[in-house]
Nanobody
Framework: QAQLVESGGGLVQAGGSLRLSCAAP????????MGWYRQAPGKQRELVAS???????NYVDSVKGRFTIARDNAKNTVYLRMDSLKPEDTAVYYC??????????WGQGTQVTVSS
């Protein structure tokens, strides 16, 4: 069964950095834009960054200039480098296709906690 496996989360102080990784099935990875999503307690899951197969990136305003998404097409892996982290970045982070028709079941995600 195709699955997404996220890793790299942890506890970090405000201003710190983390790098998340997500291994995705090749059946979707090569076909579509991939995204990183996050869900904070009591909030809906939101798409925060995406990257096309060609490497074109897009970010939600709240993370622009602080987060960097990248993909390794040979490894079917997408990364999210997070710098200058803020307490409001605390959430469970997930990856998935950013195009609904290619989305698959969500993985377990990786917890990111930013202390003030």
């Amino acid at each position: 069964q195709a699955q997404l496996v996220e890793s790299g989360g942890g506890l970090v102080q405000a201003g710190g950095s983390l790098r998340l990784s997500c291994a995705a099935p090749g059946s979707i990875f090569s076909r579509t834009t991939m995204g990183w999503y996050r869900q904070a307690p009591g909030k809906q899951r939101e798409l925060v960054a995406s990257v096309t197969p060609e490497g074109i990136t897009n970010y939600v305003d709240s993370v622009k200039g602080r987060f960097t998404i990248a993909r390794d097409n040979a490894k079917n892996t997408v990364y999210l480098r997070m710098d200058s982290l803020k307490p409001e970045d605390t959430a469970v982070y997930y990856c998935n296709a950013a195009v609904p028709r290619w989305m698959i079941s969500w993985g377990q995600g990786t917890q990111v906690t930013v202390s003030s």
